[in-house]
């Protein structure tokens, strides 16, 4: 957990974002205008470690914010939570949870909760289901789906100061010539990508479609989505 409590300069303090005690008592401290939660497991775990991961970090900085008065979290939610979603003309954020992984339930959870508080308390919620955050992209999927680090920037810096957005989900991609995902509703938030994917397609795209790159562009989860990432809940 990060803060800053006087302009330019930060104040560290690590905490883990599950122990709901020490949050508690660093968002108390730290007295933060917003959260913005990037914390969580970015791969597949077993289930109580995803939830434990996603919810539970989700739920402890909920609480400490309503304890000490903070108005709005943005969270880094995932296309994982509606992974299994199949393909069509344009993704809408509206799309009921289809996780493809206990990664993606735990983020169909953490959104959860985000629209429980937002509810409950009136707390600005914004969940940002971030495609592909990468350098570049390197697969023929992420053409689709990268989100670049500057227009990562762009979307966050967005959804911490559009004006009362309530609980709001958004896509996390960029401007991509490819891309599937409806964008509206992050630039409902004043979320305006400008890096598209497509300027390293050449460096992707070096033979026709495989199978896999079939079976990544068939569901929203990509890779997530396939048999491989299939595991039994509790190991
Ligand atoms: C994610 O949410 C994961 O954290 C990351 O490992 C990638 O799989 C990414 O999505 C993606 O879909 O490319």
């Known amino acids: 957990m990060v803060g800053a409590d006087l302009p330019g300069q930060g104040a560290d303090v690590a905490v883990d974002c599950t122990d709901s005690a020490a949050v508690e ?32 970090s989700t739920a402890a900085l909920l609480e400490a914010m309503v304890h000490h008065g903070v108005r ?9 939570a509606v992974g299994r979603t199949p393909r069509t003309a344009l993704l809408s954020t509206d799309v009921r949870g289809r996780p ?3 990664y993606g339930v735990g983020k169909v959870a953490a959104e959860a909760l985000l629209q ?16 592909s955050c990468l350098p570049r992209p390197t697969t023929r999927r992420q ?8 227009d990562c920037v762009r979307m966050f810096h967005a959804a911490l100061t559009a ?3 309530g609980y709001a989900v958004i896509h996390g ?3 991509n ?9 992050g630039r409902a938030l004043g979320y305006d990508p400008e890096d598209d994917a497509e300027e390293y397609a050449d460096d992707v795209v070096v033979a026709p479609p495989s199978p896999e790159d079939d079976a990544e562009a068939a569901r929203v989860g990509g890779p997530f989505a396939e048999s491989r990432y299939e595991r039994p809940p509790f190991d």
């Open 116 to 131: 429980l508080y937002a509810d409950r308390h009136g707390i600005d919620a914004v969940a940002t289901r971030i495609g």
């Open 173 to 175: 991609i960029s401007a």
């Open 177 to 185: 010539t490819r891309g599937w995902w409806d964008l509206g509703p």
């Open 72 to 80: 709005r979290i943005v969270y880094a939610s995932s296309n994982h």
């Open 25 to 56: 008592a660093s968002v108390g401290e730290i007295r933060p205008d917003a959260v913005v939660h990037l914390a969580g497991n970015p791969g597949e775990s077993s289930l109580p470690e995803a939830l434990t991961s996603h919810a539970v």
């Open 143 to 150: 053409l689709s789906t990268w989100l670049s680090h500057d």
């Open 163 to 165: 004006p009362s957005p």
């Open 100 to 102: 493809d992984t206990f």
